[in-house]
């Protein structure tokens, strides 16, 4: 048995106008008469034709993936629209494929909105196109819009129509253009929620690009660890001087005053002294980050860079015995 979705297929693309077929409605819309020609409502229902062209699509992102039918049916994951569209806005093309279905949207909404704005009263008659009866109406020549009357003329301009639509979609809404029509409103509204989804995913689409790759999160670890490296350094050097400077002074105030060892440090030096334990304190807290290896995602690589961390650790040490030596 077929699906559902196949003959919902079936009636919206088969159907269409035979030749030579023609037939003029009308009706009020708006307090406003406009009528319309069969041949241009089929016009607007065979565009949806335009869906095909999915099928390709998703037959072409599919098509790189070896035995894909094995691999469905071993996973049970439904290699279809929907899996589709998750490979299509988790890709590095998402951009360019999100921008071409807004075009397509808006050429298609565009023709669709030309067409539903246009009165078949207004239509040449030297292409021997019959009219309705009521054309000859004062409604159907004076068109009256939110207190405002006006001589309707159709805008034949398929760009001010796809322009009315990249407005719609981008809710900008200038205003130098506006719906005269229930079935332009319509189009309007669907061409509103498009390009709201489309926006999101757009959005959605650059946000994915700007995370970092393996390999810059890599760079940035290591860049993170050099720098922890640099201010462990300095904090070393710094905690040794304090050390160097705080025993000169001892032994000097001690010749010269007379004073136990250790007495004048106490009294004059304790801006020195709280120096010292402040860069202690900072020593503690760089080599406390660079032993916990919070930024590594597997257990592996924790492994790695912690015993990566520990030589530097070891060599953090012997360059400090090398300066104490010497």
């Not at 109406?137 to 207190?147: I, Q, R, V």
Request: with cysteine; aromatic share 12%.
């Amino acid at each position: 048995s077929r699906p559902l979705i196949f003959w919902i297929e079936i009636v919206v693309f088969a159907v269409h106008c035979p030749p030579q077929v023609t037939y003029i409605f009308g009706f009020q819309a708006m307090e406003n008469f406009i009528s319309y020609r069969l041949e241009t409502i089929f016009c607007c229902l065979n565009t949806l034709r335009i869906y095909l062209g999915w099928r390709v699509f998703e037959d072409w992102m599919l098509s790189d993936l070896p035995n894909r039918e094995t691999l469905s049916a071993f996973n049970e994951v439904k290699m279809g629209k929907s899996f589709v569209c998750k490979r299509v806005l988790n890709s590095w093309y998402s951009c360019i494929y999100i921008s071409i279905l807004w075009c397509t949207l808006i050429a298609l909404f565009g023709y669709w909105y030309r067409c539903v704005e246009l009165t078949a009263c207004q239509f040449p008659a030297n292409f021997g196109f019959t009219f309705h009866p009521d054309c000859k109406e004062e409604t159907a020549k004076t068109w009256t819009l939110f207190g405002n009357s006006f001589e309707k003329v159709n805008d034949l301009a398929y760009s001010n129509s796809c322009w009315l639509m990249f407005v719609t979609t981008t809710t900008l809404g200038y205003g130098e253009t506006y719906v005269s029509t229930h079935l332009g409103r319509f189009v309007s509204i669907l061409t509103g929620f498009s390009g709201l989804i489309l926006s999101s995913l757009m959005t959605a689409s650059l946000s994915a690009l700007l995370h970092w790759t393996p390999a810059e999160m890599s760079g940035n670890a290591v860049l993170a660890r050099q720098n922890l490296k640099c201010q462990i350094r300095k904090c070393a050097v710094l905690i040794i001087s304090n050390w160097r400077l705080r025993l000169l002074r001892r032994r000097s105030s001690a010749s010269i005053l007379g004073e136990p060892q250790g007495a004048s440090w106490e009294k004059n030096d304790e801006g020195l002294k709280l120096s010292q334990k402040s860069a202690a304190r900072d020593l503690r807290t760089l080599l406390q980050r660079m032993a916990a290896g919070e930024d590594t995602p597997g257990i592996s690589d924790k492994i790695i860079q912690l015993t990566s961390r520990l030589t530097d650790i070891e060599e953090i040490i012997d360059l400090i015995c090398y300066d104490l030596q010497h």
